[in-house]
C-alpha cells in the first residue's frame, strides 16, 4: 500500500503529468464541433498549462462581442450541478449597503457555485447595478469556466479575490473585466478568536487539520513518523471529503505501522479546532496543491509554527519564513520536523500575523482597493465596509455590523429576491385587493 500511495500521489501531482494531461486536453478540443464544447477542454487544458499560445485561442472569446457564451452555454457549470439546485446564497455578506443617492453596496460571495446560483437564478446584471461584487476563488489555479461566467456581466469590473499570489498574474493575461486582487481567504482570520498556551505547557506536539481527502497527503506524515520518537503525541482532525472517510486515513496509517500513534477527531468544531490549534506546538500541511489553506493562518494566530511542503502550490505558503515554520523537503521531513520541535517555542507566528494578515488589516485593504476604484470612476463613495473575517465562513466581526446591515438584506430580497443563508428575512406580502 505504501508503494501505491507514492506512486498515486505521483499521478495525481506531477508537473509533467499535469502538461502531458494539458496536451492531452489541447488535442482533444480539435475533435469537438460544438464550440462550448472546444472552450471546455481548451480552459481544463489551459488550468493544468497556462500556455500563452492557448491564452491566444481564448483570449477572443473574452471580448465584449463573445464573453457572453461562457454564462449562456453555461460551460463547465455540470461539476456543480447538485449545489445549484438551491438559489440560496451561502458563506456570503453584505458587506456595504447600496445608498439612496446612488452609491454602491458591496457583497462578498465565497465559492464559485454561489455566484453561478447568482447567475442562474437571479438577473445578475441588475444586481450589479446596486453592488459592487467580490468573488472568493475556492482553488488555485482557479476553475476558469466558473469565473468567466462572470465576464463583463456588469457596469464595473468583478473584483476577485485570489487563492495564490500567482493567480494575479494568470487574470492580468486577460481582458475580461474581473480585478483580482491581492487578498486570500487566509487574510480574513481575526486574532482574538486565539489565545495561545505557553510553549512548556503545550500537549501537542504535531497537529493536522485537513479534510480526510487524498489531496491533504497524510500518508507523508506517517511515513515521517517511522523515524521519529513514539513518544510524540500526534493528533489529526478531519472531515469526510472527496469520498474519503477518517477509516481511510487510518488504513494508511496501518500500512506505515504508526496507527498506534495518533489520535484522530472527526468532525470537531471551529471551537474545538482553535483550542487544540493553541495547545499545539506545531502544525503541519501537506498538500500539494490547493487553495490558500485557511488552517495555516489559524495556526500562526494560535502561535503554532508551521510546517509545509516547499514545492506546494498553496496560497498560504507565502506566509512560512523564518519567524512562521519551515518548509519540507520531502526526503528529509523527519529530520527537519524533530528540529522544528525541538526549537518551536523559538518561533514567532503569531507577532508576525498580527503584523501582516489579521482580519481587521484586511478589511481596511479590501475597502481601499473599492473606494480607489469608486473614486477614480466618480462614483460616490461616503461609507466604508463592515469589518468581517472567517469563522469558519464569513461573518461579522461586530454584531453592529449584522445589525445595521439587516435593512439591506431585506432589501435584497425584496428587490432581487436573493436570499443568504443566515440572514433570511421573513418579507410581508401586500393584501389582495378585490
Excluded at 475533435?31 to 481548451?42: F, G, I, R, V
Aim: a positive charge; glycine letters at 4%.
Amino acid at each position: 500500500m505504501q508503494l501505491e500511495l507514492q506512486i498515486a500521489d505521483a499521478l495525481r501531482n506531477s508537473p509533467a503529468i499535469w502538461k502531458l494531461h494539458a496536451v492531452g486536453l489541447r488535442l482533444q478540443s480539435l475533435a469537438q464541433s460544438q464550440p462550448e464544447d472546444k472552450l471546455l477542454t481548451l480552459a481544463q487544458s489551459y488550468r493544468r498549462w497556462p500556455s500563452r499560445s492557448l491564452e491566444q485561442q481564448l483570449a477572443p472569446w473574452l471580448t465584449p462581442e463573445h464573453a457572453a457564451i461562457w454564462r449562456e452555454k453555461r460551460i463547465g457549470w455540470s461539476r456543480y450541478r447538485q449545489q445549484l439546485s438551491s438559489p440560496v446564497i451561502t458563506k456570503s455578506l453584505i458587506l456595504k449597503a447600496p445608498g439612496v443617492d446612488g452609491e454602491k453596496g458591496v457583497l462578498y460571495v465565497s465559492f464559485e457555485y454561489n455566484w453561478l446560483r447568482l447567475l442562474q437564478h437571479f438577473e445578475l446584471r441588475h444586481l450589479l447595478e446596486d453592488y459592487f461584487l467580490i468573488g472568493a476563488s475556492s482553488w488555485s489555479p482557479p476553475d476558469f469556466p466558473a469565473h468567466w461566467a462572470l465576464a463583463r456581466v456588469g457596469p464595473d469590473p468583478v473584483f476577485m479575490q485570489i487563492s495564490n499570489p500567482s493567480d494575479m498574474e494568470l487574470y492580468a493575461r486577460f481582458d475580461h473585466k474581473i480585478r483580482p486582487i491581492p487578498i486570500m481567504a487566509s487574510d480574513w482570520i481575526n486574532p482574538d478568536f486565539y489565545e495561545p498556551k505557553p510553549h512548556n505547557q503545550r500537549e501537542i506536539d504535531i497537529l493536522m487539520v485537513a479534510g480526510w481527502s487524498h489531496v491533504k497527503r497524510h500518508w507523508l506524515l506517517f511515513r515521517a513518523l517511522r523515524k521519529m520518537s513514539q513518544r510524540l503525541r500526534v493528533v489529526l482532525i478531519g472531515q469526510d471529503a472527496d469520498g474519503r472517510t477518517a477509516n481511510d486515513v487510518l488504513r494508511e496509517a496501518k500500512a506505515f505501522g504508526v496507527a498506534d500513534r495518533i489520535q484522530m477527531i472527526r468532525d470537531a468544531n471551529i471551537n474545538e479546532v482553535t483550542k487544540h490549534q493553541c495547545n499545539s506546538k506545531t502544525s503541519i500541511i501537506l498538500s500539494a496543491r490547493e487553495g490558500s489553506c485557511v488552517v495555516v493562518a489559524e495556526s500562526l494566530f494560535a502561535d503554532a509554527p508551521v510546517a509545509m511542503m516547499e514545492n506546494a502550490h498553496v496560497g498560504s505558503r507565502t506566509y512560512i519564513n523564518s519567524q512562521t515554520g519551515v518548509l519540507l523537503r520531502a526526503g528529509a521531513m523527519h529530520t527537519q520536523l524533530n528540529e522544528m520541535l525541538e526549537h518551536s517555542a523559538s518561533f514567532s507566528p503569531r507577532t508576525w500575523a498580527l503584523a501582516n494578515i489579521a482580519s481587521t488589516r484586511t478589511t481596511e485593504k479590501l475597502n481601499g482597493i473599492i473606494r480607489d476604484y469608486s473614486l477614480e470612476r466618480g462614483l460616490p463613495w461616503t461609507r466604508d465596509i463592515a469589518p468581517m473575517c472567517w469563522r469558519p465562513d464569513p461573518v461579522y466581526m461586530r454584531i453592529s455590523g449584522k445589525e445595521q446591515l439587516q435593512g439591506a438584506y431585506a432589501a435584497l430580497q425584496k428587490r432581487h429576491g436573493v436570499v443568504i443563508a443566515g440572514h433570511e428575512v421573513h418579507l410581508q406580502t401586500e393584501p389582495q385587493t378585490l
